[in-house]
């Protein structure tokens, strides 16, 4: 596989999903062998469960918040962190990821808008209460954390479903996919929201499209000129030229 040119492109936007934090182990508490179904992770992500249930799903959200905080960043995330320490300073990479566990950062990447939220912070669920978003890695198993300035229930800062994405990342999602003629969706279908719409987002602004995902396309993801199947953490490193690897020499900045 060639990789990418990367030194042709100044507005680079990388959106990742879940394949990409695949290989961390942030999935193996999913599926058929997993401690939950797909049934139940979605019912535990529902903003309707959490008014009802709030204790159900801070058990849940606590484990996601330990499984991720145990896990570490793979290649795919290395790969990512490298690149944006590599750029021009008249390049910008915008990473956009669907992912909440907080593994874009932790490998060092800085300009990271987390779409979804992050598992690793708590916020008040009083939309009216001055209260901010925190860092918080505490596990809440017996009782619903209060916020310790209005008294209501502490929640996930992540976005349930039900929920309209914060208007301040989408806002910066958009800036960021307006000025892109690099686009890589990677470790997400390409099909769905809101991949889908960033692609075209991206092809309206003249950008060069790739798709890196382990699973096929049913019906084909024509707004992409490039799909490569295969696992994140194997091809990123190789499309955007960087081996991932930790212990790498540094690489030396390119030149115009
Ligand atoms: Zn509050």
């Not at 994405?165 to 990677?186: K, N």
């Not at 499309?239 to 020499?249: D, V």
Request: charged share 25%; with cysteine; net charge neutral.
């Amino acid at each position: 596989m060639e990789s990418i040119d990367i030194g042709k492109y100044r507005g680079i936007v990388v959106l990742t999903g879940a394949g990409v934090s695949a290989a961390s182990g942030i999935r193996t508490f999913r599926g058929k062998d997993g401690l939950w179904n797909d049934a139940t992770i979605a019912r535990l992500s529902d903003i309707g469960t959490f008014r009802t249930e709030p204790l159900e799903v801070w058990k849940f959200w606590s484990a996601a918040r330990a499984i991720s905080a145990a896990a570490g960043p793979n290649a795919a995330h290395r790969a990512l962190a490298a690149l944006e320490k590599r750029l021009r300073p008249d390049q910008r990479l915008t990473l956009i990821t669907q992912n909440v566990d907080g593994l874009h950062r932790r490998a060092g990447s800085a300009n990271v808008i987390e779409y979804h939220g992050s598992v690793h912070r708590s916020r008040c669920s009083n939309g009216r209460c001055g209260l901010e978003s925190f860092a918080d890695s505490a596990v809440y198993e017996t009782e619903v954390p209060a916020c310790p300035l209005c008294g209501s229930p502490l929640r996930p800062d992540i976005v349930f479903f039900g929920e309209m994405i914060p208007p301040d990342l989408e806002r910066a999602a958009r800036a960021a996919l307006d000025a892109c003629d690099l686009f890589i969706a990677a470790g997400t279908s390409g099909t769905v929201h809101p991949a889908n719409g960033f692609v075209r987002h991206a092809r309206d602004a003249g950008a060069r499209t790739v798709l890196v995902n382990l699973e096929e396309l049913e019906d084909g993801s024509p707004q992409f000129m490039e799909i490569h199947r295969g696992k994140a953490e194997e091809l990123l490193p190789l499309l955007l030229g960087a081996s991932g690897q930790e212990g790498r020499p540094p690489t030396s900045p390119r030149r115009p």
